[in-house]
């Protein structure tokens, strides 16, 4: 399993930015996919989950209404489009196959993580 976050860089607060993640070695239309994040000094946390064929998503209350998941199966990508960032968005940022509505024992996977720095 490989899962290959892109997209992570600087922005401004109020500014946007998308993230993807390229996704091999297992059969993605099959699994519900999340993303995640973290912060310097603070826990991992899940931000956004989407099931397997895109139709129902579930956000972390932190991030809702600001961000919006959404996936291509034919292109076995997941991604992340974040508006209106603050600073308190500065984060690694990380594609899992972990998600929001339950722990996973047997498809725990997660990318190398994407920087992203909110600052002016």
């Known amino acids: 399993v490989q899962l290959v976050e892109s997209g992570g860089g600087l922005v401004q607060p109020g500014g946007s930015l998308r993230l993807s993640c390229a996704a091999s070695?297992?059969?993605?239309?099959?699994?519900?996919m999340s993303w995640a994040r973290q912060a310097p000094g603070k826990e991992r946390e899940l931000l956004a989950s989407?099931?397997?064929?895109?139709?129902?998503?579930k956000y972390a209350d932190s991030v809702k209404g600001r961000i919006t998941i959404s996936r291509d199966n034919s292109r076995n990508t997941v991604i992340l489009q974040m508006n209106y960032l603050k600073p308190d968005d500065t984060a690694v940022y990380y594609c899992?196959?972990?998600?929001?509505?339950?722990?996973?024992?047997?498809?725990?996977?997660w990318g190398q993580g994407t920087q992203v720095t909110v600052s002016s």
């Open positions: 070695g297992f059969s993605f239309s099959k699994y519900a």
């Open positions: 899992t196959t972990q998600t929001l509505w339950a722990v996973r024992v047997d498809m725990d996977y």
């Open positions: 989407i099931d397997s064929n895109g139709g129902i998503t």
